[in-house]
């Protein structure tokens, strides 16, 4: 069920009237539980039991910790939570990866082996590190364990954000449910806002995106350098807007719901470095990956050669994180070498020169990250830098994205950020939301396109 088909709609109406209607807030986190468990099984009933069984596990294991004062049985309790669920995404989402990996080596020895059949859970990733966080903290004593189970499975399970994030912590989500919240007709109405314009996000731009960028990685020694180009920059723009499009959902949805969650996007295209651009992309992952890896490896407290090491085990994991394949696992590799280096060259340069290195480097990793192999990258690669000869094709849909694209991060630095943001009480916010309307109702494409965080 995508946010932007018509079944969500359908059901988002009957959950936002269900919750608002009632006068007891257990009855509505029970509705929301019940919805969101709905929600996660309209993909495939059978995962809902890895929902259950990381909220179950996650839940009794952090009031354990908390009660208990011995450190070897806290510790063994946050290994019970790290082995359970970093044991099911290790199954489902690289089990199959680390055997197709080794069947090089198990043919040279004549022990060739079938690969392995495993359906990827949807929003694994996101679930599996959001209790992760919960767990970590309770025994951080950082946090104080919900001691409502309801809560708890809330929080885990909470539909707008479970399958593609963004990663809400306890500590943002928990004390919200807590108290049932006030109805609001303004936040009513920003959340629908919001929500409007991830959908524009999506079907307007990412979509439109996707059918230059989708086609040419398909084939890229087919095509010409600059039409190479065109569609590494339409896969740039596709994935930000496709996913910063399912956060702003996200976001709106929870907000007309009486809940808010964590900004995930500030146009990341706009950084002047690497270290800026991951302070705007991806920002709830990016901040996880700093608490909870970055930091306890030491950080930046050893000295350079430590603090360049941890950057790399970060990254790369990070990587790995996104999916199960090599090419992701050199796109976190050559973000932490950009990182790396430019703590080596701490240069101040032009802030125009940062931003056209730092761009150019965030598209080299897109290539990596959208090739479905090494082959293909280099083929992306090989047309980028010599330009050979091929077909040349500027689609005018895909062309005008791009456009769109460049003007609003430049609209952005100027004082038409405010406007851009749709203020509930300025005059022309009802006349933008009518115009977004009419523009998915007459240029969505036909058919709908899954977001690109699904499958991570």
């Known amino acids: 069920m995508l946010f932007s088909q018509i079944e969500f709609l359908i059901f988002f109406a009957i959950v936002l009237l269900a919750v608002w209607t009632v006068r007891s807030n257990r009855t509505r986190k029970a509705i929301l539980l019940v919805a969101s468990y709905y929600f996660y099984a309209y993909w495939d009933y059978r995962f809902c039991g890895l929902l259950l069984l990381s909220t179950a596990v996650d839940f009794y294991v952090a009031n354990a910790m908390h009660a208990s004062n011995h450190t070897g049985k806290r510790k063994a309790l946050l290994l019970l939570s790290l082995i359970v669920n970093l044991g099911m995404l290790g199954y489902f989402k690289y089990a199959g990866f680390f055997v197709e990996s080794a ?106 995106l996707g059918e230059m960028s989708d086609v040419v990685f398909a084939g890229p020694d087919l095509y010409g350098g600059l039409t190479v180009w065109l569609a590494v920059i339409a896969y740039a723009g596709q994935i930000y807007y496709d996913f910063s499009g399912y956060t702003d959902m996200a976001i709106g949805a929870a907000k007309m719901l009486g809940y808010r969650f964590p900004v995930n996007f500030r146009h990341p295209y706009l950084a002047i470095s690497m270290a800026d651009f991951w302070h705007r992309w991806h920002m709830t992952l990016s901040r996880w990956l700093r608490d909870y890896l970055y930091i306890p490896l030491g950080g930046s407290r050893g000295g350079s050669l430590a603090t360049y090491r941890n950057l790399m085990i970060t990254m790369t994991l990070g990587g790995l994180w996104h999916g199960a394949a090599w ?126 965080y699904f499958q991570f």
């Open 103 to 208: 069947r090089a080596i198990l043919d040279g020895y004549g022990l060739g082996s079938e690969p392995l059949e495993i359906i990827l859970p949807v929003g694994i990733s996101f679930f599996t590190f959001q209790t992760l966080s919960y767990t970590i903290d309770v025994y951080r004593r950082k946090l104080q364990p919900t001691p409502s189970l309801l809560d708890f499975a809330l929080f885990v399970a909470f539909f707008p954000q479970l399958v593609a994030g963004p990663i809400v912590r306890a500590r943002e989500l928990l004390p919200q449910l807590t108290s049932f919240p006030s109805f609001s007709r303004r936040r009513l109405y920003g959340g629908f806002q919001m929500f409007l314009c991830g959908a524009v996000k999506k079907v307007l731009l990412a979509d439109r």
């Open 327 to 452: 090419t992701f696992v050199l796109w976190g590799i050559w973000h932490g070498l950009a990182l790396s280096v430019q703590r080596v060259f701490s240069i101040q340069l032009p802030k125009p020169l940062s931003w056209l290195i730092t761009v150019g480097v965030v598209l080299v990793g897109w290539v990596l990250f959208r090739s479905p192999d090494m082959q293909s990258a280099n083929a992306v690669f090989s047309q980028m830098a010599f330009a050979r000869p091929g077909i040349h094709w500027f689609p005018p849909l895909a062309i005008g994205a791009i456009a769109i694209m460049v003007a609003e991060h430049l609209a952005w630095r100027t004082s038409l950020r405010r406007a851009m943001r749709l203020p509930i009480d300025a005059w022309y916010s009802p006349i933008a939301t009518a115009i977004m309307l009419w523009c998915i109702v007459l240029y969505a494409p036909e058919s709908f396109k899954p977001f690109v």
